[in-house]
């Protein structure tokens, strides 16, 4: 769902509005129950109602929240992402994942003093005008600095940056490639480092929107076991587990440019969220929480590709196996046959999506996969029959 424009436009059997949750399950105000896939697109990376990070978060809440200026928990917090997060001297929070990469990009230009960005065609970085991808109510002077390169087209980035010339402020970059409505590319690690390269050279910041991968990727950011740093980096969704929290992580270089560049929010310092984020940074080092994570998202996926086979419908399974996505060989522009299987798969008890990125969470036990697997198995036979009747 994107903000107020509501899950009408989602298959019929998934529900527009949530009563609660507890794991990896949920239950919509009817009364069904589903076992849970999107993870509220992100933010659940431990569970819901995860009896840790909801008691730290309760308990702050009981002291204090919001105040007239930070807790005390805001300073463990930054602490602990700097020694967690290697490419990290300092922290910036905020609320959301926009706040988050709307501040890199100011802190970017803040230091360098210089105004072009590159962003890669078709990717998301937030609804800001700069980025939104739903361009009604923006003008071409919200994004008159910015330039596009293709995605691990190295030689795109090159031309691009020649275009900034001496004005290029930074690059912004996902993880892997994860657009809405296309099937996902992981990173080719020398089109990281060509782009870290193009940086160094240019003296321009290199932003990793880890927003909706940080944490669910690698423990210490995304492109930690590729081996590149960069100088910014943008966090939110899984960072407190489902409290709102965002925050911008930056390295020595751009520590004099975010302080002085002007951000706030009212509830920016709202500690409840920071308390939770805590807990959820500590538990996520402490459980082997990624470890269960890539497990579940491994089983789910050799799962799906042996029914696919058993009812001879081609599939294709792209991005990592914490942040699934399944697409259907032949289907059209509107996702038909992924809106048949989503909607068959809801009415069984398994809550997917049909062109956005999936998410496993640390709750997903075998069991879990394997319940759902009963109710793909289903929508898999539902699909092969839509084939046979085209």
Same mark, same amino acid.
């Given at each position: ?222 492109? @930690?076991?590729?081996? %590149? /740093?960069?100088?910014?980096? $943008? ?5 407190? #587990?489902?409290?709102?929290? !965002? =925050? ?91 809106? @048949?299987?989503?909607? %068959? /798969?809801?009415?069984?008890? $398994? ?5 956005? #990125?999936?998410?496993?969470? !640390? =709750? ?27």
């Amino acid at each position: 769902m994107y903000g107020h424009q509501n899950a009408g436009r989602l298959p019929a059997a998934l529900p527009q509005f949530m009563a609660e949750g507890d794991g990896c399950r949920v239950r919509d105000v009817d009364g069904n129950d589903y076992i849970d896939f999107m993870c509220s697109y992100g933010p659940i990376i431990l569970g819901h109602r995860h009896p840790v990070v909801d008691a730290a978060a309760l308990d702050q809440q009981l002291r204090a929240d919001c105040q007239n200026g930070p807790g005390e928990v805001m300073v463990e917090l930054a602490e602990r992402l700097v020694d967690v997060v290697d490419h990290a001297d300092w922290a910036i929070f905020s609320k959301n994942g926009t706040d988050a990469t709307t501040t890199c990009v100011t802190v970017a230009r803040a230091t360098t003093e210089r105004r072009k960005v590159l962003v890669a065609e078709g990717a998301y970085h937030g609804a800001a005008p700069w980025c939104t991808p739903i361009i009604n109510g923006v003008v071409p002077d919200d994004r008159a600095h910015l330039l596009h390169y293709q995605f691990n087209d190295l030689d795109s980035a090159d031309k691009a940056a020649s275009v900034a010339g001496d004005d290029l402020a930074a690059i912004v970059v996902s993880p892997f490639r994860h657009d809405a409505r296309h099937e996902q590319e992981l990173v080719d690690p020398n089109f990281a480092r060509g782009l870290r390269s193009i940086c160094d050279g240019a003296g321009a910041a290199l932003i990793l929107d880890d927003v909706r991968c940080g944490f669910r990727m690698a423990y210490g950011g995304s492109w @930690e076991p590729i081996g %590149v /740093a960069p100088d910014l980096s $943008a966090w939110s969704k899984a960072i407190a #587990n489902g409290y709102p929290l !965002a =925050a911008v992580l930056g390295n020595e270089r751009f520590r004099a440019g975010a302080e002085k560049i002007y951000v706030t929010g009212s509830f920016w310092f709202s500690a409840a969220a920071m308390a939770a984020g805590l807990a959820t940074v500590d538990t996520l080092g402490s459980e082997s929480a990624l470890a269960k994570i890539e497990r579940a998202g491994a089983r789910l996926r050799d799962g799906l590709a042996a029914q696919a086979r058993g009812h001879g419908v081609e599939i294709r399974q792209t991005g990592p196996p914490q942040m699934p996505l399944l697409t259907f060989a032949g289907d059209d522009e509107k996702f038909t046959l992924a809106s @048949e299987w989503t909607d %068959v /798969a809801a009415r069984r008890g $398994a809550y997917f999506h049909p062109w956005h #990125n999936w998410f496993l969470s !640390a =709750a997903h036990t075998d069991a879990d996969i394997d319940e759902a697997l009963l109710a793909t198995d289903e929508a898999f036979a539902a699909v092969r029959k839509a084939l046979d009747h085209r």
